[in-house]
């Protein structure tokens, strides 16, 4: 049998038609007494958005579909895609009219500053439709050896322009961005979350911080997390910070990793507390409006481990997700073939467990948190020989399946579902956004997912 490494670049993966009550073993343990959960769609229609081949904006056709797909509450699709051309963008479809299509940004492209986008490597959108990317730059003078990354934020369809580049000062703060942007998140207000490196003048290297940017204009910003920098009340300092979720209330959930010297201790202080994890991972939460001092962080780990709770160790590698009542969701990695899901501070389902179709679960995607309170993720396995996936819906109580391999949708048979590349692939309708892989293993299409 394969080893789950085998796996781990599908992130996802599920398919079929319609939806099916899970069968074949429970997939999270029931919700504690008195939680009230949302229902669960009992079907879902499906839409083709755009497939290999079709038209993209300027004449090129689409020739490949990466996987990260987001989808906000105008209406709007937001895609990477490479073109005939052989040249990455970033596209826009309009689901009131899907033949209306325009590209937000693709390699090549001369910016409102006169940058040159070399190409584009983050992107996030929010409930009012603003789209922001991170871009990694040329200057106007044309010099390819100057590259700088950087944050850039379009608002109405109006074009990109600069947020956050190299040297810009971070006002109220004393400090400037350094050259390179690892992460970020918009949302409520267009406010700009980034995880960034900023210097302060005459220093050198700089730190990695959590940068807060109130509606994206660099006016009033803050670092609340920084890196390397001790922990408050925790005798540990983060040694380096990753991926980023923020929900509409401004709380988040980062990724982080301690250095090597041992288990973070747990303190008494203020209900914070931190478990031992293996080497250096733990997932840190805040609030990017209350958070009163750089390193005032809570870690989302129990103090001892609970039956049914999250493994009291592991690391996390996939971004962490946030989830509209900012309960963390997360896959953990325990051991190399090991994976747990973790929702609403419970273990979901784990590497070994039963899927709903019956075979052994060998890795889990990142979930994906919608804004009605539903949770989305897909299992993978192997089974007769051959790679299997689904797709499952969970509501913190029940689950069900959206999707298996070779349900036929339309006219094709499934064979592959990219999911959790986003942490915006669901809407406030319940609408779904991800890239389907058809069974003539030459196809894919961008996908929409209604409930019906």
């Known amino acids: 049998m394969p080893n789950r490494r085998d796996f781990f670049k599908a992130l996802g993966g599920a398919l079929g038609a319609g939806i099916l009550t899970a069968a074949g073993g429970t997939i999270s343990p029931p919700r504690p007494a008195g939680a009230a959960e949302p229902p669960l769609p009992s079907a879902y229609a499906y839409q083709k958005l755009i497939s290999s081949g079709d038209a993209l904006p300027g004449g090129q056709t689409l020739s490949f579909l990466p996987g990260p797909v987001m989808i906000n509450d105008t209406g709007k699709v937001i895609f990477y895609a490479k073109d005939s051309s052989e040249v990455m963008g ?32 983050g992107m996030d959108t929010n409930p009012s439709g603003a789209v922001a990317v991170l871009a990694y730059t040329f200057p106007s003078d044309g010099n390819s050896n100057q590259g700088l990354h950087g944050a850039y934020l379009e608002r109405g369809g ?13 006002s109220g703060t ?12 918009l949302h409520g207000n267009d406010d700009l979350s ?40 925790q005798e540990g300092e983060v040694g380096g910070l990753g991926l980023l979720h923020v929900n509409h209330r401004g709380d988040y959930v980062l990724q982080a990793y301690k250095p090597s010297g041992g288990a973070l201790a ?25 958070s009163k001092a750089s390193g005032y962080v809570s870690l989302a780990w129990p103090q001892f481990p609970e039956p049914g709770g999250p493994p ?11 989830s509209a009542s900012s309960e963390p969701a997360y896959v953990v990695h325990v051991t190399d073939e090991r994976q747990t899901l973790v929702i609403q501070n419970r273990t979901i389902i784990s590497s070994g467990d039963l899927a709903p179709a019956g ?16 949770y989305y993720f897909t299992l993978t396995g192997y089974s007769d020989d051959q790679n299997v996936f689904q797709l499952i819906v969970h509501n913190g109580s029940q689950a069900r399946v959206m999707l298996t391999m070779l349900d036929t949708l339309g006219d094709k048979r499934i064979i ?18 991800f890239v389907a892989e058809w069974d003539d293993q030459a196809t894919q299409s961008l996908m929409l997912a209604s409930p019906a």
């Open 359 to 374: 075979w052994p679960v060998l890795s889990v995607s990142p979930p994906n948190c919608s804004p009605d309170g539903l």
């Open 158 to 170: 109006s074009g990109l322009q600069a947020a956050a580049t190299f040297n810009q000062a971070i």
């Open 90 to 121: 970033l596209y826009e479809i309009d689901l009131n009219d899907p033949a209306d299509k325009r590209t937000v940004v693709r390699a090549g492209d001369t910016l409102a500053d006169g940058s040159t986008v070399g190409h584009v490597y």
């Open 194 to 233: 980034l995880v960034a490196y900023y210097t302060t003048p005459g220093q050198g290297a700089g730190r990695m911080g959590l940068v807060h940017l109130p509606g994206a204009s660099n006016q009033n910003g803050s670092v609340l997390v920084n890196s390397p920098n001790l922990i408050h009340g």
């Open 312 to 322: 009291p160790s592991g690391e996390i590698i996939y971004g962490p997700r946030i």
């Open 174 to 185: 004393g400090y400037s961005f350094g050259g390179h942007f690892k992460d970020l998140c």
């Open 266 to 290: 747990v303190s008494s202080q203020a209900g914070e507390v931190a478990a031992p994890l293996r080497q250096e991972s733990v997932l840190v939460k805040g609030n990017v409006y209350t």
């Open 416 to 433: 592959n579902l990219l999911w959790g590349q986003h942490t915006e692939q669901a809407d406030s309708a319940g609408r779904l956004a």
